[in-house]
T-cell receptor, first 115, second 115 residues
């Protein structure tokens, strides 16, 4: 069974600095997607970024980028120039590309931005 | 207007009562999902639907039932609510038609308290 592990329950970063959130996963599949979702206090689940496993290039969305290490089954999220609005729970999620295709989530990392 | 809406946003009910949570989407997506979020845990899949005639159980379906009334509507029922069903419930949709991107997009969530 696929599992997703986020080993950092909480992280904090100074405003304007860079922070990296860690995620590892376990799967025997080769064709899958990885995602980072953000959940602010409003509790909405917001897609931050996604990565297709067969693409070697790391995904980037403005200040958000990932470091995808397929062999190590690692998928970290880097937030550059942190802003107060980045404060939220961040969830890493995995989905196989064919078949069930359900999302498997990690337990989340709470990110605090220090002004 | 939001693409994925959930009603109600908050609900308090008593043990043994039957309640229904509703989800509607205007994204035109074919697949819909119900997840549950508990404190300290990631989201867990309750049920999912590939289309109106295709309903599937997720990892924690006991005590729940669903109905896909139309492509745009997917409701979750608790036949006899119990306190450990107190949680935040999310509906999600994804597009798996043709070249659809398959990414899941979430509604705003329903906070349910069972007394």
């Amino acid at each position: 069974a696929q599992t997703v592990t986020q080993s950092q329950p909480e992280m904090s970063v100074q405003e304007a600095e860079t922070v990296t959130l860690s995620c590892t996963y376990d799967t025997s599949e080769s064709d899958y997607y990885l995602f980072w979702y953000k959940q602010p206090p409003s509790r909405q689940m917001i897609l931050v970024i996604r990565q297709e496993a067969y693409k070697q290039q790391n995904a980037t969305e403005n200040r958000f980028s990932v470091n995808f290490q397929k062999a190590a089954k690692s998928f970290s999220l880097k937030i550059s120039d942190s802003q107060l609005g980045d404060a939220a729970m961040y969830f890493c999620a995995y989905r196989v590309n064919f078949g069930n295709e359900k999302l498997t989530f990690g337990t989340g990392t709470r990110l605090t931005i220090i002004p | 207007d939001a693409d994925v809406t959930q009603t109600p946003r908050n609900r308090i009910t008593k043990t043994g009562k039957r309640i229904m949570l509703e989800c509607s989407q205007t994204k035109g997506h074919d697949r819909m999902y119900w997840y549950r979020q508990d404190p300290g845990l990631g989201l867990r899949l309750i049920y999912y639907s590939f289309d109106v005639k295709d309903i599937n159980k997720g990892e924690i379906s006991d005590g729940y039932s669903v109905s896909r009334q139309a492509q745009a509507k997917f409701s979750l029922s608790l036949e006899s609510a119990i306190p450990n069903q107190t949680a935040l419930y999310f509906c999600a949709t994804s597009d798996h038609r043709g070249r659809g991107e398959k990414t899941q997009y979430f509604g705003p969530g329903t906070r349910l308290l069972v007394l």
